[in-house]
């Protein structure tokens, strides 16, 4: 059974700092992507950063300076290092392991950036 579990999430101040995690089972990490994206209420759901099965790495222009994905193969675990946070970084962030067509997706981690 394929399980991606996001947890990290929370309430932040702007400017702080949070990082996401992606734990994943049932399938073999190493040969997928892992992107986040993140959904705030009521819009789309909008591409974050990715990171390949070799490491290539991806953002978002507008989370580029501030946000580092990254992936630990042995632990099948995919992060999310947010930095500088910012009011519009709210929103409910999802992790996707995606590969040759076939995609699975985690539930989400809700991030509430408030002063």
């Known amino acids: 059974q394929v399980r991606l579990v996001e947890s990290g999430g929370g309430s932040v101040q702007p400017g702080g700092s949070l990082r996401l995690s992606c734990v994943t089972s049932g399938f073999r990490f190493g040969d997928y992507a892992m992107s986040w994206y993140r959904q705030i209420s009521g819009k789309e759901r909008e591409f974050v950063a990715t990171?390949?099965?070799?490491?290539?790495?991806n953002y978002d222009p507008s989370v580029r300076d501030r946000f580092a994905i990254s992936r630990d193969n042995a632990k099948s675990t995919a992060y999310l290092q947010m930095n500088s946070v910012k009011l519009e970084d709210t929103a409910v962030y999802y992790c996707?392991?995606?590969?040759?067509?076939?995609?699975?997706w985690g539930q989400g981690t809700e991030v509430t950036v408030s002063s």
């Open positions: 996707k392991a995606w590969r040759a067509g076939v995609e699975y």
């Open positions: 990171i390949g099965s070799y490491g290539t790495i």
